[in-house]
């Protein structure tokens, strides 16, 4: 069975892997998304950074508006954290996310945890 979005997926996991070479852990996760956001101009992956995106509910559309971390290629959700693991309350938040949004991959990405880069494929 063929994955879905296999290969964009491992472009930005290869651009994460970058970033994370570089800079290590320790750092917030607004420094982070900053440098991932310029490894991916630099791969010519496309992307739009803290991107509004509209919630509904039994048709109707929310004030509320959820601000994705990254979405990269027009169809992947990528939610980035700086935390010492992830969590099931970040998986629980990407899979929401996914769901409220009709988005069916997402990428969790966190560059908190010491020693390698930890990240999520996540399918709805």
């Known amino acids: 069975m ?3 979005y296999r290969e964009e997926v491992y472009a930005v996991i290869g651009a994460a ?3 994370h070479r570089e800079l290590g852990s320790g750092f917030l ?3 982070y998304q900053e440098c991932l956001e310029y ?9 739009e950074p803290q991107k509004h995106l509209t919630i509904t509910y039994k048709g109707r559309t929310l004030k509320k508006k959820y601000i994705a971390d990254l979405i990269t290629h027009a169809t992947i959700i990528v939610e980035l954290k700086a935390e010492d693991c ?3 309350k970040d998986e629980s ?3 929401h996310y996914l769901k409220i949004t009709g988005f069916r991959v997402g ?3 966190n560059f908190g945890s010491y020693g390698k880069l930890e990240w999520k494929r996540m399918i709805v």
């Open 86 to 88: 992830l969590t099931s």
């Open 107 to 109: 990428v969790l990405i």
């Open 39 to 47: 490894e991916l101009e630099d791969r010519t992956i496309p992307f």
């Open 29 to 31: 996760e607004a420094v």
């Open 93 to 95: 938040q990407l899979l």
């Open 17 to 19: 892997i970058e970033v």
């Open 2 to 4: 063929e994955l879905l």
